[in-house]
């Protein structure tokens, strides 16, 4: 399950020739639900709210929508529509995964990560939602689920509407444990992500 992320490194995307328009959000490095996020449909990251609001609601009532099971995403009344024609991409530096009360950060091998996503525009606002997957036989000590991250061959096929279905591909994720203060989400600054000496 992915409820909490970071993403700060903005320029490593535009290095990676993707184009950044105005109204992103900054370097984030502890982004909750309802926040903005910024999401990938083509070639360009736009702001989105996390948490999907399919074209049929009506009001923001409710829990959000943040996260959408890989298993059932093309069923699920919720996604369904937005898994047929509303595809996107999730950047993330990394994501956090409590275990026993203690939070964990959790990184990629290569940096930065690319999770599977959906998108749609109810309520006059574009918004998303994180696609999750079973856990890896290395992360399930942590946590059941996590994101439905893509390897880059991968990134292009989900957005033009392949079924990728299964566990995430990307494996040698890294992590340890981070402050307890992430659990506010209040807090946001550099020093969450740093690790902390549990022995």
């Known amino acids: 399950?992915?409820?909490?992320?970071?993403?700060?490194?903005?320029?490593?995307?535009?290095?990676?020739?993707?184009?950044?328009?105005?109204?992103?959000p900054p370097a984030?490095?502890?982004?909750?639900?309802?926040?903005?996020?910024?999401i990938r449909r083509k070639e360009s990251l736009e702001p989105a709210r996390w948490g999907l609001i399919p074209h049929w609601k009506k009001t923001l009532d409710g829990p959000p929508?943040?996260?959408?099971?890989?298993?059932?995403?093309?069923?699920?009344?919720?996604?369904?529509?937005?898994?047929?024609?509303?595809?996107?991409?999730v950047p993330m530096d990394g994501y956090y995964e409590w275990k026993d009360s203690q939070p964990h950060f959790v990184t990629g091998p290569d940096g930065l990560l690319w999770a599977a996503g959906l998108w749609a525009s109810g309520l006059g606002q574009l918004s998303?939602?994180?696609?999750?997957?079973?856990a890896t036989e290395e992360m399930e000590w942590l946590h059941h689920r996590q994101?439905?991250?893509?390897?880059?061959?991968?990134?292009?096929?989900?957005?033009?509407?392949?079924?990728?279905g299964g566990p995430t591909s990307v494996r040698?994720?890294?992590?340890?444990?981070?402050?307890?203060?992430?659990?506010?989400?209040?807090?946001?600054?550099?020093?969450?992500?740093?690790?902390?000496?549990?022995s």
Do not use: H
Request: net charge neutral; charged share 20%.
């Open 128 to 134: 998303a939602t994180v696609v999750t997957a079973a």
């Open 1 to 24: 399950m992915c409820g909490r992320y970071a993403l700060f490194s903005v320029d490593l995307l535009r290095n990676l020739g993707v184009e950044l328009p105005q109204g992103l």
């Open 65 to 89: 929508l943040f996260n959408a099971r890989v298993e059932t995403v093309a069923e699920k009344p919720s996604f369904r529509d937005a898994y047929q024609s509303g595809r996107c991409v």
């Open 28 to 38: 984030r490095y502890n982004i909750a639900p309802t926040q903005r996020i910024a």
């Open 147 to 164: 994101p439905k991250f893509l390897l880059p061959d991968e990134v292009q096929a989900w957005l033009a509407g392949a079924d990728l």
């Open 172 to 198: 040698g994720l890294s992590t340890y444990p981070v402050d307890k203060a992430v659990g506010n989400v209040r807090n946001d600054y550099p020093g969450l992500i740093e690790p902390v000496d549990k």
